[in-house]
Structures are given as C-alpha cells and as structure tokens.
C-alpha cells in the first residue's frame, strides 16, 4: 500500500490495547530500551470485569517493575478461593499448594487496576495514547502498518517493527486478518454488576473469591468477588438459552437468579444494588494462530476460555512476558521461533485450564472439589493450579492434566 503524503509514525513495537497484557508487555520492552507505542480505544478508567486475580500473575507485575505500584493502591487480599452448592461448601488456601511461588494476590477493581498499569508503563517509557482506534493492517510491506483513528476521525499510520495485539475482546487483529475460529466451548453468556454488599455474616471471607453452583443445574454458577471498600462484584454465568429463559431487563434476570440460591440470597440480603446490570454472550474465543509475519497475540485477543478459574488475566500477563522475551530478537534480525518459543509454552498452560474449565462444566470436578474425602497431596495439587500454576510440570496435574482428572473424576463416581 501506498502511504505517500500520510502522517507516519514509526516505532520499534505497536501495542493495540492498554489493559494488563498490553501494559506488561510495553513495561518489559521498555526494560530492554525498545520505543513502544501503545494505542487505546477508550478512554480510562473504564469498566471491564475479570477482577479476581491468582497469585501466579504477581511474578509478571514483579517482572515489570509494576508491584509497587499494585502493592500501594490498597485493593483487597485473596488467598484462596470458595466453592458453595446446596448446602455444601470447600475453600483452597493458595498458600496451601504444591508449587512454588506467591501465594496471595489481590481483588481489584479493574476500571483502577487497568488504569495503575497503563500509566505506569507510561511512566516507564512507554507513549500511551487513549482513544485511538486501529482500523486497518498491512502485514506486506517491509514493516507491519497500522492505520489508526484518532478522536477527531483523523487518521495516520503506525509503521511499527512489530505489533503486539493485547486488544481483549476487542480481538482487532483476528477481526482485521479474519484469523478467528470457532470455540470448541457453547455460547455462554454472563450478566453482572457491583454492588455496595454489606455482608455480615460472620463465616464470609472476604479474602477469597466465592464461586455458587445453581441449586438445579451444575453448568450455572455465580462469582462473588469482594472488594476492599465494601462493595462486590457480582455475576451469573450460563449457557445463552438458559439466561433467555428469564424476563426483564439485565437487573431484573441477575437478581431473580440471586434469589433462586438461598445462601447467597442471604448473603447479599442487604445489598445495595447501584450500578445496572450489564450482559456479556459469546466471549469464548480461538484463533487459527497466535503470531505470524510481524505480530503476535497475547491475552484474550488470542483466546479466552471461560471466567471459572479467573485465569484470564494470568494467561494475558503469561503471553506478554512470553513475547516480550522474543521481540526484541526479532528486531536485532536474529532467527526466532515464535511457535516454539512464544505459542507452545503459552498453550501448555491454556490446556490445562482448559481441562479444568471441561471438567467443571461437564460436572466432574465439582464432584472431586466437594467430595467428603480428598487426600491433602491431591488437593495441593489443585490449589496450585487454582492459584495459577498451569506451567509448573513439576505438577502430575499440569505434566498429565487430562488422564489424571479422567481417573479422578471417576474414582469420586464410583463412591
């Protein structure tokens, strides 16, 4: 293409997308002296969901000099998450676990904690502009170019050496490139708000995230995120049909579901309800690849699986590091193998949440969470993987994932 007489700028990476992958990937480069620019399509702070962190995402806020910065914003500690049906209830302590490494993280308001990052990967080094669409891509000429919008309908081209899309559920590479395929997971929507809590009780922990399976349907479950001021994040999370099936605007079918869980009806009993419902459907996504000539995918602009284990933010900060050490080779012209070095070690770990994700939904591993009788190893085992921990194969449940929840699943059948 031809961009004579058009307003260029050119930089050694192009970030699509300032949430947490983009904005760890930009702090890591900038580390290594590379000119990063990173283009935003809103405005922050603005709202997202995804709030519950797992202590394996630390080490990469570590990596990018961003702990601090976390550290000091006073969100809420998480050690460990809950489980709740019927009458039934089990917790993990992350602090519990067989792998190595953090085992604490925080909640967070994302809306704040997107925002903390991106500014602090500004004030690393990296450009950070808000407001700026990507709307077109030219992968055929020397360097990757990407026309971009700006808030007055003015565009110009980034000719960047490298692009690393972080974009979300905005996908705007796979969009732009048609590289998306089918998920193998049903379309499944959630609905969710905040709310001001005041929860009481006495037996709540607040430093957990609390994950309600449906008193009729297993593949229906709630998450209760609390915050550190009091307020909760609050959603349900079903196949689309089964949320069709309720009446009346988003409030309306989250709060008649909230009162179809009596233990969770009494937990938010005197709620504040005080932000509108939103609704989300559909956002299981894959791609035919995660890189090709001059790009790479990171976070849920590749693939997000499902919300159940909140391991959406670890596998964006995963896939960040995972590029940010191969760009830079990429640039100095040294022969790299983003298959092998960026998409495989990256996949090992989303199969392993995958497996988990499967398990729930087909009902196995709520048997195995809540069966009366869990050897402590094996629940270890687990807790690190709960925690994050899907690339350690130190771990049988991460070295051999889906033989070894196969033969437990059907050894908690079988009693």
Known sequence: MDYRGQNIAR??????????AGSVASALLRQQGLQVLVIEREQFPRFSIGESLLPQSMEYLEQAGMLEVVNAAGFQVKDGAAFARGAQYTAFDFRDKFSDGWSTTYQVPRARFDHILALEAQRQG???????????VDLDGARPCVTVKDPNGEKYVVAAGFILDASGFGRVLPRLLRLEKPSRFPVRGAIFTHVEDHITAADFDRNKIRVTVHADHDDVWYWLIPFSDGRSSLGVVAERDFLAGYEGTAMDRLRTLIDEQPALRALLSQARW?????????????VQSLWGKGYALLGNAGEFLDPIFSSGVTIAFKSAALAAAVVPRYLRGEAVDWEGD??????RGVDTFRAFVESWYRGGFQRIIFHPRQPQEIRRMISAILAGYAWDEANPYVRDTGRRLAALEELCYQE
């Open 342 to 347: 960026f998409a495989t070690p990256l996949k």
């Open 11 to 20: 930089v050694d990476v192009l970030v699509i997308g300032a949430g947490p």
């Open 274 to 286: 005080d932000t509108p419902a939103r609704q989300i459907v559909g956002y299981a996504s894959d």
């Open 126 to 136: 990296a450009e950070l502009r808000f407001r700026q669409e990507a709307i077109a």
